[in-house]
């Protein structure tokens, strides 16, 4: 165990020279949440600090599970929700992971199809400058009506079972009315196949990652009708993933790279570096996507459809202002309830503690130091301030979780009675 004084010796590369530069083979998505990670490649941030990161570019998250779970991957750009269940033992190849490190918040959208839009605005009278909560009840009384005259139900794509997208499309579709196991189908795309899969008519709207909503919409085949905002702006998004294991036999690295990630995503939370930003992620390396796109939506200035309407998000990406790289573990705690609520788990204090044990914030101060922390408490009330607020009022405390999941209308039958005696 590393001493507490660590962290403020990270500056001087000389502290890796008796085992030379460390190459740390990492996965990740095409996506712009995996900018801080791929900033700390390209600009020096990793270098600085002894490090040389080898991105391998892959094409699900499941890959990505399992390539770290195989001991091919050291590290990896995942889902926040991906460490949580595998430490409940949750999924098709469960193998325990933490993250000490989150790449930041916002990023996601939810994109429905131009033809199930207008049918929504045909029936509905549903205006252009409708809000989030809006688009999704008025999709509602679409889909009670393509049930009542016999249509197929609406068909939308999520990018993995314990993702973020899964958990905030439910809320959004839930806080419109819209039973998500009942009334419409939910199938897993990859975020890169998901505007293919819209245009082929395959699904009828998605819920992923930057720049692939704004890629729909400029094609003129997607609506943008929500944003990550719009549900819950502290929500965290992507993690640095990696094994327990290895982060123990390796506790100066993961402070190493930790100091490499901060000062990455400072840089990438600067305006003016977006476009050296912008033009390193069009890579076909990395997101293979047209640069004006992902400047765009670095500035959270959104195509919401080809017809020339048009919405600015501040602060679309937060990459480190508002502490947004710290592992709070309230936040896993919500995840964790989205999973009760949705039937993936069990409600109890020892899976409340397993969904906690993924966030590490002591990896994060170690590295970073107290200073670098938020003051607040790591299990915090969630969703109660002015501009922290979930979509439909509800409001998150990690200390009444029982009541919090009985107080949805809509949600998985199990979840009313899985809670156990000892939470």
Not at 167 to 188: C, M, N, Q, S, T
Not at 296 to 304: I, R, T
Request: some cysteine.
């Amino acid at each position: 165990m590393m001493s507490s004084s660590f962290g403020s010796n990270l500056a001087s590369p000389s502290r890796l020279s008796s085992e030379g530069p460390r190459v740390l083979r990492a996965g990740f998505i095409p996506l712009v949440d995996a900018s801080v990670l791929i900033a700390a490649a390209e600009f020096g941030f990793a270098q600085k600090e002894g490090i040389t990161l080898d991105l391998v570019k892959d094409v699900s998250w499941a890959n990505v599970r399992d390539r770290l779970a195989f001991r091919q991957f050291d590290i990896a750009h995942m889902l926040s929700p991906m460490p949580v269940a595998s430490m409940l033992g949750l999924g098709s190849n469960p193998s325990p992971t933490i993250t000490p490190f989150s790449l930041g918040s916002g990023g996601n959208a939810i994109t429905l199809s131009t033809r199930l839009f207008d049918r929504m605005r045909t029936e509905t009278g549903l205006s252009d400058q409708a809000s989030a909560l809006e688009n999704a009840q008025a999709l509602a009384a679409a889909v009670k009506r393509m049930k009542a005259s016999g249509e197929p139900s609406p068909t939308l794509g999520m990018t993995y079972p314990f993702s973020s997208h899964n958990y905030e499309f439910r809320y959004w579709l839930a806080a419109g009315g819209i039973d998500p196991d009942h009334d419409v189908k939910l199938v897993v795309v990859p975020p890169p196949l998901t505007s293919d899969a819209l245009a082929a008519g395959a699904i009828d709207g998605f819920c992923v990652g930057a720049p692939w909503n704004m890629v729909a919409s400029e094609r003129g085949v997607g609506r943008i009708v929500a944003a990550k905002q719009d549900i819950w702006p502290s929500a965290p998004e992507k993690v640095i993933g990696m094994r327990p294991d290895w982060a123990e036999s390796h506790p100066e690295t993961v402070s190493r790279l930790i100091v490499a990630l901060d000062a990455a995503a400072r840089w990438c939370d600067r305006a003016d570096n977006h476009d050296a930003l912008a033009e390193a992620l069009a890579d076909q390396r990395y997101i293979a996507a047209p640069v004006n796109i992902i400047r765009h939506v670095l500035s959270g200035e959104f195509s919401l459809d080809a017809k020339g309407h048009r919405r600015v998000i501040d602060r679309y990406f937060s990459f480190h202002a508002g502490f947004a790289n710290y592992p709070r573990p309230s936040q896993a705690l919500w995840i964790f309830s989205q999973m009760v609520r949705w039937g993936q788990s069990a409600l109890s204090e020892q899976n409340a503690q397993l969904a906690m044990s993924a966030y590490r914030p002591d990896l994060y101060r170690l590295a970073l130091g107290n200073d670098a922390a938020p003051t607040d408490a790591d299990i915090r009330v969630e969703g109660a301030g002015e501009d922290d607020r979930f979509m439909d009022g509800h409001i998150f405390d990690p200390a009444d979780m029982p009541a919090y999941i009985a107080g949805f209308a809509v949600k998985a039958e199990m979840s009313a009675t899985s809670a156990s005696e000892d939470f």
